[in-house]
């Protein structure tokens, strides 16, 4: 027995011996047709060797042309390589032959652990060959098929996958039409899986079956934390069978619930709420536009009185009324852990903006409050103004289409000069008139916190704009500025723009829709000559024609830091263009260009056409309707697919 225990570990430790040897001899052969394929790669597709070659632990080919050849040559980098941990192949024209080919190389590699292939045209034959190799693969923990073309079989394969996967965190399929019975399946293996924690099904098209599932799999499972269901049709089933499972989870783990447009109404909203009243774990649920209505409303912010976990609740477009917001607004002043509260498109009025406003003055944990789109009116906005001046958390405050008004720009414009935490303010398509508008702009001199402001469509005028020139001039915080349909004319921007020179902080600027001629643009682009911060610039629908083309031109010669240009629909012509064009062959900076409708003809289409077959900055040129002959197009198109840039022409 001894002899024969002694020849039997001898001949397995030959055995293990040969099968090192061979595995040994299968990575030289593989490192050897790596050191091929990269030879190739490099003389027919230099732009993506160079990636690999500069990757350390990340490699991304996100926006780059990857079709079934180059997706081989990756398989096989990829399968030999040692040191890529995280993978993007987002938006590069994916089909099903490379993705097959990709999804095989995670049979050899050992190192990846995040792949990301979202926004593609992949579909069942890819996703299966992935699910397949989630059965073998022991690294990646993260894998992302967002808007793709996935269906029923992928939706199956990868609940077969999960059954035994023991290294997968988190699945992204949102976006994919994968139904109710493989949403079904995927429930259903969560009961077995236990190492998932994150899945992503926003409009998969699940249905009441899939909703159940996942509420009777969130009743076992002590790992999953992030559940998004958003944009399905789950309905009011669905909505009070995952309330039953936050209450009777034994373990629960779910932090995150994503619920938004979900068809729950207010039976399910009810439910929710109940359970959110025993429930530790949540930390954020999503339940927008789901025809929630005040019932709901109010016990949900009732549970908020005991709840001590919850930090994020979306109750967007649900009809909730003044009802709630008093509701919301008592529940506030005891509730000591939310810190994101949106009620966007309700019909919020003056009680409720009162009411939180009084919870604001005492509240101390919540950050940001979106009211976009509701009913405060003068009262509202007033009474949010006096809160403003004493609220020492709230960072982010959203108050577009409120129908607050002069009053009420008054009293905010007051909360800001005397507010040091509040870093965002939107509060566009408010009527504020001129008095208000003025109040305000002069408001953001003496804010030192502000870094985005957003104004769009509050008819502004002229004064108001040259106010806030004055005010550009001393603030030093500001990084996003939106004055888009302000009637700001000439005098002011010019005026803005003076200010820009000197301005070191701010990145954003969005001017469009506000009657801007040739003076304008030719001011704007002697402060880009000198301005060392501003990054996106927005000029879209004014009056700016070759002048401010020629200007500009000048002006990106000299700039290095203006990434977006936005010019669509002015009246630039030939020579506005053809300038443009000329200028990016020296400015290296400039990513995105954007001249729709500016009638522009063939002389400029030729010279953009060239700039695209040598810049290597510009990323995104679009030129749509326009005046270029079909010759020209033509040309363009060419030009702009040699060098993987988008055209629309």
Do not use: Y
Not at 17 to 39: D, G, I, R, T
Not at 220 to 243: F, M, P, Q, R
Not at 578 to 587: F, R
Request: charged share 25%; net charge negative; glycine share 8%.
């Amino acid at each position: 027995q001894d002899d024969e225990a002694k020849r039997l570990k001898k001949k397995a430790k030959k055995k293990k011996a040969k099968a090192k040897a061979a595995k040994a001899k299968s990575a030289k052969e593989l490192a050897e047709l790596a050191a091929k394929v990269m030879s190739l790669m490099q003389a027919n597709r230099p732009d993506l060797a160079m990636r690999w070659m500069a990757a350390t632990d990340s490699l991304s080919f996100e926006g780059e042309d990857i079709d079934a050849p180059a997706g081989f040559a990756l398989t096989v980098l990829l399968a030999a390589d040692t040191k890529v941990q995280r993978v993007n192949l987002d938006n590069t024209n994916l089909e099903d032959e490379a993705g097959k080919s990709l999804a095989s190389a995670l049979h050899d590699n050992s190192t990846i652990t995040s792949l990301s292939m979202a926004d593609n045209e992949l579909g069942d034959e890819t996703a299966i060959a992935l699910a397949e190799a989630l059965t073998v693969n022991e690294t990646l923990t993260e894998l992302s098929l967002d808007n793709n073309q996935l269906r029923q079989n992928s939706g199956r394969g990868f609940a077969e996958a999960l059954r035994s996967n023991t290294t997968l965190e988190e699945l992204k399929l949102s976006n994919n039409p994968i139904g109710d019975e493989a949403g079904f399946e995927l429930a259903e293996a969560l009961t077995i899986n236990g190492t998932l924690k994150r899945i992503h099904l926003q409009n998969t098209q699940l249905g009441v079956g899939a909703g159940v599932t996942f509420a009777e799999a969130l009743k076992v499972n002590d790992c999953l934390t992030e559940l998004s269901l958003d944009d399905n049709k789950l309905g009011e089933i669905s909505g009070k069978a995952l309330a039953l499972a936050l209450r009777e989870s034994s373990s629960p783990s779910i932090t995150v619930l994503g619920l938004n447009n979900t068809q729950l109404g207010s039976k399910a909203g009810m439910a929710l709420a109940k359970a959110l009243k025993g429930n530790n774990t949540l930390t954020e649920l999503r339940l927008g536009d789901n025809q929630l209505g005040d019932d709901a409303g109010k016990a949900l912010a009732d549970a908020l009185k005991t709840n001590n976990a919850l930090q994020v609740l979306n109750i967007q477009n649900n009809q909730l009324g003044d009802v709630t917001g008093k509701a919301l607004g008592e529940a506030l002043q005891r509730n000591r852990s939310l810190t994101q509260l949106i009620l966007d498109s309700n019909q919020l009025g003056s009680e409720a903006g009162k009411a939180l406003a009084e919870a604001l003055k005492v509240n101390n944990s919540l950050k940001e409050l979106r009211l976009h789109e509701n009913q405060l009116g003068e009262e509202g906005g007033m009474a949010l103004g006096e809160a403003l001046q004493v609220n020492k958390s709230l960072a982010v405050i959203g108050l577009f289409t409120n129908q607050l008004g002069r009053l009420a720009g008054k009293a905010l414009a007051k909360a800001l000069t005397m507010n040091s935490t509040l870093t965002n303010f939107s509060a566009g398509k408010n009527p504020f008139g001129d008095e208000g508008g003025k109040a305000l702009m002069e408001a953001l001199a003496h804010n030192k916190s502000l870094v985005l402001v957003n104004f769009e469509g509050c008819q502004l005028g002229s004064e108001a704009g040259k106010a806030l020139a004055e005010a550009l001039k001393t603030n030093k915080t500001l990084e996003t500025l939106a004055v888009s349909e302000c009637q700001l004319g000439d005098e002011a921007v010019v005026a803005m723009a003076m200010a820009l020179k000197k301005h070191a902080t701010l990145k954003s600027l969005l001017l469009d829709n506000n009657n801007l001629g040739d003076k304008s643009g030719i001011a704007l682009a002697e402060a880009l000559r000198a301005n060392k911060a501003l990054e996106i610039l927005v000029l879209v629908n004014n009056q700016l024609g070759d002048e401010t083309g020629i200007a500009l031109a000048g002006a990106l010669k000299a700039n290095n830091t203006l990434a977006l240009l936005a010019l669509d629909d002015n009246q630039l012509g030939d020579e506005g263009g053809i300038a443009l064009a000329e200028a990016l062959k020296t400015n290296t900076k400039l990513s995105t260009l954007c001249l729709h409708r500016n009638r522009l003809g063939d002389d400029a289409g030729k010279a953009l056409a060239d700039v695209c077959r040598s810049t290597s900055s510009l990323a995104d040129l679009s030129a749509s309707g326009n005046r270029f002959s079909d010759g020209v197009k033509d040309m363009l198109r060419q030009a702009v697919n040699c060098r993987f840039f988008e055209l629309e022409v």
